[in-house]
């Protein structure tokens, strides 16, 4: 069997917030079923939550269909970069093109900074 743990997780620590799940939904890395995801969840819901898809590959792409979504440009979050060749530095990793790729944020976003890695969130 597999269990969606964060969804499992996040559930938990937003009823104990008080607020309620109706609805979880887990989408594959595929720009369509992505954006019509969004659009079905914000027709339903008062509150979106994304996981998953911030990471340097090429199929993390929830960022930048966020960003298509809310009509948002992509923008670059030094604060992020600076963090991302610290992190990396620090595993005595090279930082390459596709780790770059993790300080764009849609225009507007705050920040959540992640110190265990190299993949920031943002609201």
């Known amino acids: ?3 969606n743990t964060n969804a499992q997780y996040l559930a938990k620590e937003l009823a104990n917030l008080g607020i ?3 609805h979880q939904n887990v ?11 969004f659009k079905n969840a914000f027709e339903r819901c008062d509150l979106v939550i994304t ?9 993390d792409l929830t960022k930048e269909l966020g960003a298509k979504y809310f ?5 670059l ?3 992020s970069l600076d963090w991302i060749k610290t992190y990396l ?7 390459v093109e596709a780790n770059k790729k993790q ?21």
């Open 20 to 22: 309620d799940v109706y």
């Open 71 to 75: 009509n948002k440009k992509l923008v």
């Open 77 to 79: 979050h030094k604060p």
């Open 1 to 3: 069997d597999i269990v």
């Open 27 to 37: 989408v594959g890395d595929n720009e369509d079923r992505i954006l019509e995801a």
């Open 51 to 59: 996981t998953g898809g911030l990471g340097p590959t090429q199929d």
């Open 103 to 123: 300080a764009y944020f849609p225009e507007d976003a705050v920040i959540l900074p992640n110190s265990n890695g190299t993949a920031p969130g943002a609201i």
């Open 89 to 95: 530095d620090m595993k005595d990793e090279a930082v």
